[in-house]
Nanobody
Framework: QVQLVESGGALVQPGGSLRLSCAAS????????MGWYRQAPGNERELVAG???????NYADSVKGRFTISRDNAKNQVNLQMNSLKPEDTAVYYC????????????WGQGTQVTVSS
């Protein structure tokens, strides 16, 4: 079992930066694919950025060049550095984990609110 706890959400002005963190429990973090999703009111949940167990990354087109995902296997942590934030980045951000070998095993965090507004 894996528990995910996000932190770092806040109210920030357009153009500002935030760093989200997700701490994972358990001893299998190194074989988890990790990702950040977001969901704005009235919208479906969408993938923002993902990082494989190998360290390879992928991003939604809307955040490429502005967001950076990283992982620290020693700390069981995945981070999302968000720069040049826009009002349309406002959403609840969720951390997600999926077992690399047993792909039906996946977990979600409780979400953290990011609001970009002046």
């Amino acid at each position: 079992q894996v528990q995910l706890v996000e932190s770092g959400g806040a109210l920030v002005q357009p153009g500002g930066s935030l760093r989200l963190s997700c701490a994972a429990s358990g001893s299998i973090f190194s074989i988890l694919s990790m990702g950040w999703y977001r969901q704005a009111p009235g919208n479906e949940r969408e993938l923002v950025a993902g990082i494989a167990a190998s360290g390879s990354t992928n991003y939604a087109d809307s955040v490429k060049g502005r967001f950076t995902i990283s992982r620290d296997n020693a700390k069981n942590q995945v981070n999302l550095q968000m720069n040049s934030l826009k009002p349309e980045d406002t959403a609840v951000y969720y951390c997600h984990a999926r077992h690399v070998l047993r792909t039906s095993l996946q977990w979600w965090g409780q979400g953290t609110q990011v609001t970009v507004s002046s």
